[in-house]
């Protein structure tokens, strides 16, 4: 039949291997279906649950042979605030049409990731559009709900010093589960806070507080490399932004810092 010797025993044998495991195939398809986002890793420890003990590399080939090994994805149901948000299209950016804000109008928020060296740190950060001050920002070794709420919070108490109306501060940023979860919005609007959004897939509708992450990562970058402890890392990323409020020069108003413009623009002004 043209099939040589060595490639006949060869998928004999294979099947005969493949057979000594079928007792695991309904297990493994079990597993697959109830919990679609597993890798080998977790599947392993759920037949490890269910009493199958089975080496990791064995394991991967039966998921190739009987065909579980394929590429899965869980699909994360929208929430109702991103469906509100879906029916609003473009409209959800509220700032698109404010070319010159005044100060402490717009506030733009985000989270960045900063790597040490021996992990890594999500930073919230809450920033006028204006004055170019750092309202509020936290630290924290998970980009959870309570970090972006954290900063607001600190934002929050800065423009309440400094006597803002909160009913005239809109607060922007993406899309992104943290900033469409139900805490975010409602500890926002119980403040009458406006909300604004960048459309999807548009970076460039937060451009500030990009700017200011790159800034801070090309200026600090090798300083918070060289932190050992996630203690160190935070202390000097707090160094990092009161250095920006306090003493960092800014072009954009006749080279003052943040903190002396807005002196200059208020009579009052207590600092975060």
């Excluded at 109702?80 to 473009?90: A, N, P, S, V, W």
């Excluded at 805490?183 to 960048?198: I, P």
Aim: aromatic share 12%.
């Amino acid at each position: 039949m043209g099939v040589a010797k060595s490639s006949y025993y060869y998928e004999l044998n294979k099947k005969d291997w493949i057979a000594r495991y079928e007792h695991l195939k309904k297990e493994l398809t079990d597993i697959v279906d109830k919990h679609p986002g597993y890798g080998y890793r977790r599947i392993q420890a759920e037949l490890k649950r269910r009493g199958y003990i089975i080496n990791h590399k064995v394991l991967r080939k039966l998921l190739r042979a009987w065909k579980l090994a394929i590429k899965r994805k869980t699909r994360r149901a929208k929430s109702g605030i991103q469906k509100i948000l879906d029916g609003f299209g473009e409209s959800v950016n509220v700032i698109r049409g404010i070319s010159c804000p005044t100060p402490f109008q717009v506030i733009c928020c985000d989270v960045t990731e900063i790597v040490y060296g021996s992990g890594k740190v999500y930073l919230a950060a809450c920033l006028d559009i204006n004055t170019k001050r750092l309202l509020g920002w936290t630290i924290d070794k998970s980009p959870r709900i309570s970090l972006v709420i954290g900063a607001y919070r600190k934002a929050r108490r800065y423009l309440k010093k400094i006597n803002v109306d909160l009913s005239k501060v809109i607060f922007h940023s993406d899309q992104g589960s943290v900033y469409t979860s139900y805490s975010y919005v409602t500890a926002l609007v119980k403040d009458l806070v406006t909300l604004s959004y960048s459309r999807k897939g548009t970076p460039a509708d937060n451009p500030e507080v990009e700017s200011f992450f790159g800034r801070l990562k090309e200026e600090w970058g090798d300083v918070f490399a060289d932190a050992k402890t996630e203690k160190e890392v935070i202390a000097l990323i707090n160094e990092a932004i009161s250095y920006y409020n306090g003493e960092r020069l800014h072009s954009t108003f006749d080279y003052m810092t943040p903190d002396e413009y807005v002196a200059s623009q208020f009579k009052t002004v207590a600092y975060a």
